[in-house]
């Protein structure tokens, strides 16, 4: 069964200070990579895509095959990113694409 | 654009009761999910639909839960009898598709609590 894991729980750092949050994932098929943001009193909404290779809010996620990471980092953190991130997978060549396996979250919290 | 609709917001119930939920996806989204999301975890699909039909629901504990989707637009998750365990927000997401991509749109949940 496909597995995401997130190994930190909860991430703190200061305003202006990088940040980088750990996505490990086991895979069958065409792996897709998604990363998810929940901020306070918010739904659930993507943040970004691997496929996309876009910078959202100054956030990138380069997709490693070889060592099946895909982690979300930032260059300055502010105060606003504060939030709970879901690492997610889905199979794109699968019958069932769409299908999300999701981490089990980390909690970023910058500190002013 | 309306986003995802749920319905109710909060549920409290007692062990065995049956609970229902509803949920309106975004108009013309093909697709359906439900997930569960226990305390301290990430959401875990329950039950994926195309349009009415289900494409996956091999996570749905089908002695308790069931869920349909009438003419391919709204959906009901109903569990019973609940059990302690089923304690969790419950999240609805309808897909928009462009090109080969998917994105989900979630709803604000569904926290249910049993008692």
């Known amino acids: 069964a496909q597995r995401v894991t997130q190994p930190e729980k909860l991430l703190s750092v200061f305003k202006g200070a990088p940040v980088e949050l750990k996505c490990n994932y086991s895979y069958s098929g065409s792996p897709e990579l998604f990363w998810y943001v929940q901020y306070s009193r918010q739904r659930l909404q993507l943040l970004l895509r691997?496929?996309s290779r876009e910078s959202i809010k100054g956030f990138t996620a380069d997709l490693n095959k070889g060592e099946t990471s895909f982690h979300l980092k930032k260059p300055f953190a502010q105060e606003e990113d504060s939030a709970m991130y879901y690492c997610?997978?889905?199979?794109?060549?699968?019958?069932?694409?769409?299908?999300?396996?999701f981490g089990q979250g980390t909690i970023l919290t910058v500190h002013p | 654009e309306a986003g995802v609709a749920q319905s109710p917001r909060y549920k409290i119930i007692e062990k065995r009761q049956s609970v229902a939920f509803w949920c309106n996806p975004i108009s013309g989204h093909a697709t359906l999910y439900w997930y569960q999301q226990i305390l301290g975890q990430g959401p875990k699909l329950l039950i994926q639909f195309q349009n009415n039909g289900v494409v996956d629901d091999s996570q749905l504990p089908k002695d308790r839960f069931s869920a349909e989707r009438l003419k391919g637009v709204d959906s009901t998750l109903k569990i019973q009898p609940a059990k302690l365990e089923d304690s969790a927000v419950y999240l609805c997401a309808s897909g928009e598709t462009s090109g080969a991509w998917e994105t989900q749109y979630f709803g604000p949940g569904t926290r249910l609590l049993v008692l």
């Open positions: 691997h496929i």
């Open positions: 997610a997978y889905t199979n794109a060549g699968g019958t069932s694409y769409g299908k999300l396996t």
